[in-house]
């Protein structure tokens, strides 16, 4: 994986919560997570603890948590999770559910209610939501694991290449099944719930999610979101009801030709390479370019930290909006 637009932490430089993060993920997740979030510490802090207590911890099957991080990747065109994911998928030995999820065949049950309504969870109002395909005990770990994936999806397509290994070696299926055999004892490791939450006590808590039943998930998640609402700060007050106004039209289509420009017309010159990079990373992001982040550099004076929380406010400003068509089925799961 190759970073681009902003430098991370090196891990032998990383200090404080950087550090934390660095080792916990490490330990729990058998590699450093979400790097490329580490100059801005509490989102990136907020963003693996979600990921941790909603995926990696649990009753769940990992499998099948995997096989809903997959699909919703697949959703958002978020090639480098896919990859990543569906070598995870290996790890748990589940090989012909691997490649099967990855190329598109018919999967057996429960996995293709689960895949079909992970996908589903990029479209609000699609009929696939009504009836979540599993237990109500569960609900809390696959929608945070839904909802952290959305997340981080628009992240890593931003700023990385989304290539996983050097050469694309990952696109060969004996590379993918070998790398699931180095992740096979860290998938099959019981985690402690709530390990995560003590990286948390500097970041702004709302309420947590009905949804998350009481569980360490509901705090991780209103972490992420108070820690990723900061960077609202870095877009002007019309610009911010622009983006908020976009996703709320939003119906899970990739936006037709000509779109940004229609949105952007009531912004102020200005304000536009802000506005422009907050859209685009809520709807486009593989349509940011070099040129985007430079003109956003010029115009703001901007450091790594602030693209990170800016790109982080346009994730979360979408991910409300999927939490928002998903919470109400989550909870009448939860109630029936």
């Known amino acids: ?31 450093v997570a979400f790097m490329m ?38 959703a958002n065109e978020c090639r480098f999770c896919v990859d990543a994911h569906t070598i995870m998928i290996h790890a748990t030995g589940e090989h012909r559910l691997a490649e099967d999820l990855l ?33 109500a005990e569960q609900a809390a770990e696959f929608l945070g694991t839904a909802l952290s994936t959305h997340f981080t999806n628009r992240m ?16 060969s299926p004996s590379v993918r099944r070998v790398g699931g055999m180095t992740y096979a004892h860290t998938v099959r490791r019981e985690l402690a719930p709530g390990e995560s939450l003590a990286l948390l006590t500097d970041v702004s808590l709302g309420p947590a999610p009905g949804w998350a039943a009481g569980t360490p998930i509901g705090v991780a998640f209103a972490a992420l979101r108070g820690a990723a609402t900061v960077g609202g700060a870095l877009l002007s007050e019309t610009s911010r009801e622009i983006l908020r106004a976009t996703v709320a039209d939003w ?14 017309a009531g912004v ?4 536009r390479p ?13 349509e940011i370019s070099d040129a985007d982040v430079a003109a956003w550099r010029t115009a703001t004076d901007g450091t790594d930290g602030d693209l990170v929380r800016l790109l982080g406010f346009a994730a979360i400003t979408v991910v409300d909006r999927i939490e928002e068509a998903l919470a109400p089925h989550g909870l009448h799961h939860l109630s029936g």
Do not use: C
């Not at 479209?123 to 979540?132: D, K, S, V, W």
């Open 251 to 264: 119906d899970g289509t990739q936006p037709a030709s000509g779109w940004l420009d229609a949105r952007l």
């Open 1 to 31: 994986m190759s970073i681009r637009h902003v430098s991370p932490v090196p891990r032998k430089a990383a200090t404080g919560l950087v550090a934390e993060v660095y080792a916990q993920s490490t330990a729990d997740f058998g590699q």
């Open 103 to 135: 190329h598109g065949r018919p999967l057996s049950e429960p996995y293709d209610r689960l895949a079909a309504w992970a996908r589903a969870t990029r479209t609000p109002g699609a009929a696939q939501l009504r009836e979540p395909p599993f237990p």
């Open 274 to 286: 802000a506005a422009r990079i907050a859209l685009f990373s809520a709807l486009a992001p593989h």
């Open 156 to 171: 890593f397509s931003v700023l990385t290449d989304e290539r996983l290994i050097p050469g694309n070696l990952q696109r």
């Open 268 to 271: 102020p010159a200005t304000d």
């Open 37 to 74: 979030m580490s100059p801005a510490p509490d989102l990136h802090a907020a963003a693996w603890a979600l990921l941790r207590e909603a995926e990696l911890v649990g009753h769940a099957p990992r499998a099948d948590k995997e096989v809903v991080t997959v699909a919703v990747s697949q």
